[in-house]
């Protein structure tokens, strides 16, 4: 076979499998993905390309499996009513389609030919075999939720999982109008009363408590799931597993029993003593960690012996959270082979009996006050903002416990752009699209359940992958990468089900390059887009004024930009080359041009006359009653930037040789509570949010 028909028969195939053999990179020009990554990245999807015999067979099959196959594996009721049915039939079978669904509710519901609409498509020939298939409508209205379809055709028989969702996420009606604004707070970062390193769940609890007494309705934070403590960048948006809570922010001195071991008791007094100056300005995981556990496992023991009310209440956690046990049974077999995420088997069976060491209970122990922690969280006086990272990582518990779901010879990642020119490689596997369709999205319902179960507000990291995702294969360079489209409409109902479930406002992350049909879809859908400061800075500076949403989240920056402190003055573009992220020769240029959008934008603002532009303490109110006097549905600030911060908490990019995800604020939060120029950004941009002139702007 010539070159041509090989690229053609490998091009045909990769399409039909999702993979997109082009794309347009950020300056517009079309990229052509390499024979050898569509190769590469098929086989990751469990389909043979690696001769040309092999994908004209591969070619074949996938065509026989789409016919054989009577109705796709998910078919979506928006607003309950079931859509036209595609059902497809061998030319040779006479019969008439037979549809049963089975509802959540435990009804079952029978369709037979006299009470369905049937019309006849053309069909197609596969193998000399010839297919057709027809276009059946039942006119049937469902609850919301997820039933079972099943088609047959005499002895074959197909079925299919029923997402009957609202075509809009969820949006509490009496609140939909109204302008809120939240605080951001990297649960690391803080500095608590009962300090041992870190900030906990309760440190989170007061941030709440103390941004609704100020009149904020939400506090945002970053993801709170387990992650490689051992990792030289512990990225809290590559974890373990998007389906339970970190131990690591477990508070010593709010669990109710610690009385029942004096022995803990005594430790955990200890443990918030004697933190060294290091201590108190970066985050030592592993230090923490080690603090943590020597309390926490004697606590058990003691527990575990004496402690039979306690006991009683765990065994009642784990009846109604069955997935945990297995969860410990793998943390447990982990500890047994002396292994951290880096560097750990690829397979590890959370089946096995454990060796030694720390029992499977105690793991048990560890999620129930993790878990009870957040959902005394999740009561506190404002509502939880939390975030939903787009992968995990690549030898984690999820990729263990849902193999099938990951396409493990690949990772997500970018392609090269204007800042990032070799691309990005985030290190997460993708998620295969086809075997998620099999179980109906099994896999991503529980991490959203898992998530909203708390979450009044979840925001949805690259929210572009619910439409396609930049895989790279195993071994390759980021820039060798292509798209892998997903199934979209799927995706939102499943997204907009859940929300409604659980009643969350979903924010979807839309930063960056985003192609035009994300934003169209959100809209479509009831996502809220984000709205970031940092990102409009150079349209500013051209006197072009940006226009914020309505349905969107604005805030001066996000976790992976510098602060306010540091952008005002100049101290990222240092940095950035410092970095060698920017080239030296260019530092003059961005400096001028930053220069021209903070007088442009100290132009924009109502309340900056008088304002010092060289005072920060003076231009961060303007800049937030400015933000909050917007149309934007929710506004949030940066405690980092309330504390007037330098510090980047993540630069991208850079993981070795800077203290990505460590920063720890400067003062503790009492000191925070009761600073003035804190309580004077806060109160502008309450007055923003509630009062008249932002009633007004709104209107």
């Keep these: 076979m010539s070159k041509t028909g090989s690229r053609n028969q ?8 999702g993979l997109q053999t082009s794309f347009f990179d950020v300056h517009g020009r079309q990229v052509q993905a390499t024979n050898e990554t569509l190769v590469s990245l098929l086989d990751s999807l469990g389909i043979d390309a690696s001769t040309s015999e092999a994908c004209r067979e591969s070619l074949s099959a996938s065509y026989r499996r789409y016919w054989e196959r009577i109705i796709e594996p998910v078919v979506i009721a928006w607003d309950g009513l079931m859509p036209r049915l595609e059902v497809r039939m061998k030319a040779t079978e006479a019969y008439t389609p037979r549809i049963e669904i089975d509802t959540e509710s435990g009804e079952t519901k029978t369709f037979r030919a006299w009470e369905i609409n049937i019309d006849a498509d053309p069909g197609s020939e596969v193998d000399g075999a010839e297919f057709r298939r027809m276009r059946v409508n039942t006119g049937e209205r469902l609850s919301w939720g997820y039933h079972t379809l099943r088609v047959s055709l005499g002895s074959r028989s197909n079925q299919a999982t029923i997402i009957s969702a609202p075509r809009r996420c969820f949006a509490e009606a009496a609140k939909a109008d109204e302008k809120q604004w939240g605080l951001f707070a990297p649960l690391y970062s803080l500095r608590g009363p009962s300090d041992v390193g870190s900030g906990t769940y309760r440190d989170l609890r007061d941030v709440a ?11 945002g934070t970053l993801p709170l799931l387990p992650i490689d403590v051992c990792s030289s960048s512990p990225s809290p948006y590559l974890p373990e597993t998007r389906l ?9 001195t709010s669990i109710p029993f610690m009385d029942l071991s004096p022995r803990a008791k005594t430790a955990a007094e200890s443990a918030a003593r004697g933190l060294s100056e290091a201590s108190t300005r970066l985050v030592d995981y592993r230090e923490v960690l080690n603090r943590k556990t020597n309390v926490l496992t004697t606590l058990w023991e003691d527990v575990k012996s004496d402690g039979s009310e306690v006991m009683a209440a765990l065994q009642e956690y784990l009846g109604a959270n069955p997935s945990v046990t297995d969860f410990a049974r793998y943390r447990r077999e982990l500890e047994a082979a002396d292994v951290s995420a880096s560097c750990r088997p690829s397979t590890v069976d959370s089946r096995e009996p454990a060796r030694a060491g720390r029992d499977v209970g105690y793991y048990e ?6 878990d009870t922690q957040m959902t005394e969280c999740a009561r506190g006086a404002a509502r939880l903002y939390l975030d939903l990272p787009v992968g995990v990582h690549p030898a984690g518990y999820d990729v263990q416990r849902y193999r099938e779901c990951f396409m493990l010879g690949a990772s997500c990642g970018a392609p090269p752009d204007s800042v990032f020119t070799t691309g990005q490689n985030w290190g997460a596997p993708p998620l295969n699209p086809e075997t998620m369709r099999a179980d109906g999205y099994a896999y991503l319902r529980a991490c959203l ?24 294969p195993r071994g390759m360079e980021a820039a060798s990468g292509t ?5 979209p409409e799927e995706l939102y109902a499943l997204l907009s089900l859940e929300s409604h479930r659980h009643e969350t406002t979903v924010v979807g992350e839309d930063l960056g390059t985003v192609p035009k049909e994300v934003p169209k879809a959100m809209r479509r859908h009831g996502v809220n887009r984000m709205f970031v400061l940092y990102y409009e800075l150079d349209r500013i500076a051209a006197g072009d004024i940006p226009r914020i949403p309505r349905e969107a989240m604005a805030s001066l920056n996000t976790h992976d930009m510098p602060t306010i402190a540091a952008t005002w003055t100049g101290i990222d573009i240092h940095q950035q ?17 930053r220069q021209s959008a903070k007088r442009q934008l100290l132009g924009l603002l109502e309340s900056a006359n008088g304002t010092d532009e060289d005072n920060l303490t003076s231009v961060v109110p303007s800049i937030m009653t400015w933000l909050g006097r917007s149309k934007a549905r929710f506004v949030m600030t940066s405690i980092d930037d309330l504390m007037l911060e330098t510090e980047q908490p993540n630069v991208p990019g850079i993981d070795e040789g800077r203290p990505n995800w460590r920063y720890r604020l400067r003062h ?19 007055r923003a949010r509630r009062g008249p002139a932002a009633r007004r702007k709104a209107a």
């Excluded at 490998?10 to 499998?17: D, F, G, Q, T």
């Excluded at 359940?449 to 790279?472: E, K, N, P, S, T």
Aim: with cysteine; hydrophobic share 55%.
């Design 668 to 686: 503790p939060l009492p000191q925070l509570q009761n600073d003035a120029s804190v309580a004077a950004v806060l109160s502008a941009l309450n």
């Design 483 to 487: 798209y892998l489209r997903y199934r």
């Design 449 to 472: 359940a898992h998530h909203m179960r708390h979450a009044r507000i979840l925001r949805i990291d690259h929210v572009m992958g619910l439409h396609r995702i930049f895989c790279i």
């Design 244 to 252: 339970f809570w970190s131990d690591f922010y477990i508070d010593l």
């Design 209 to 219: 408590d103390w941004t609704a007494s100020l009149g904020g309705s939400f506090v």
């Design 365 to 370: 122990f560890l999620q129930w006050l993790a």
């Design 577 to 593: 080359v410092e970095l060698n992220i920017l080239a030296p020769e260019k530092e003059a240029v961005h400096a001028a041009r």
């Design 10 to 17: 490998l091009s045909a195939l990769a399409r039909l499998n």
